[in-house]
């Protein structure tokens, strides 16, 4: 879908990294003795829902989350979610893709409260996003670093209680899947690169 160059360079990071394990998110947690929490089935299975309970969260966090959350597991505690878009704009899928394709000028990170919709949460934060740089993978990775930033800024306002809340407002939205052949070609088209 995305060409021989995209599959071949992802396809080397990933062997990389399996190889070396470098910066791993388990070296990370290891390296600060948080323990690591494997589910082996969905997490709104029955299964994984009984043993996040028994964990006692207070608050749940979503990077790359892929799946739906359902009720029963947003029942547990509340759950942030990181989404690199201006929310309520471009929810979905591959948001840095799509704005690239639209020659945005400015994106965004968005830190929401999770609900049983897709990317339909209330904000805590929300932080603008020059574009200044036609890479898809740069652009991952600016809005990745800030997202951070502001996740913390979110669990810490948690913390505190009674976070001011941002409407993400139904009638603003706009839903992006999955790129199909033809959203490639016009990414490419408009100067879009993925790397």
Same mark, same amino acid.
């Given at each position: 879908?995305?060409?021989? +160059? ?9 062997? /990389? ?16 003795? %948080? ?12 299964? +994984? ?10 608050? +749940? ?58 990317? +339909?949460?209330?904000?805590? /934060? ?39 809340? %941002? ?29």
């Amino acid at each position: 879908m995305f060409g021989p +160059s995209f599959f071949l360079y992802y396809g080397l990071l990933y062997i /990389v990294s399996k190889v070396f394990k470098k910066n791993s998110i388990s070296k990370i947690l290891a390296s600060h003795s %948080i323990p690591i929490i494997n589910l082996d089935s969905s997490i709104n299975s029955d299964r +994984s829902i009984k043993k996040i309970k028994s964990l006692g969260a207070d608050l +749940s966090v979503s990077i790359l989350g892929n799946e739906i959350f359902k009720k029963p597991f947003l029942d547990l505690c509340p759950c942030l979610n990181l989404h690199t878009a201006p929310l309520p704009k471009y929810r979905g899928l591959m948001p840095t893709f799509w704005v690239l394709k639209n020659l945005e000028k400015e994106t965004a990170v968005s830190i929401f409260l999770v609900d049983e919709g897709i990317d +339909s949460g209330p904000i805590l /934060v929300q932080r603008p996003v020059v574009i200044d740089n036609p890479k898809q993978s740069e652009l991952i990775r600016k809005t990745k670093k800030i997202g951070l930033d502001a996740m913390l800024e979110a669990i810490d306002l948690m913390e505190i209680g009674n976070p001011k809340l %941002i409407e993400n407002n139904a009638a603003d939205a706009t839903y992006f899947g999955f790129p199909g052949r033809a959203d490639v070609k016009d990414f490419f088209r408009v100067g879009g690169k993925f790397f």
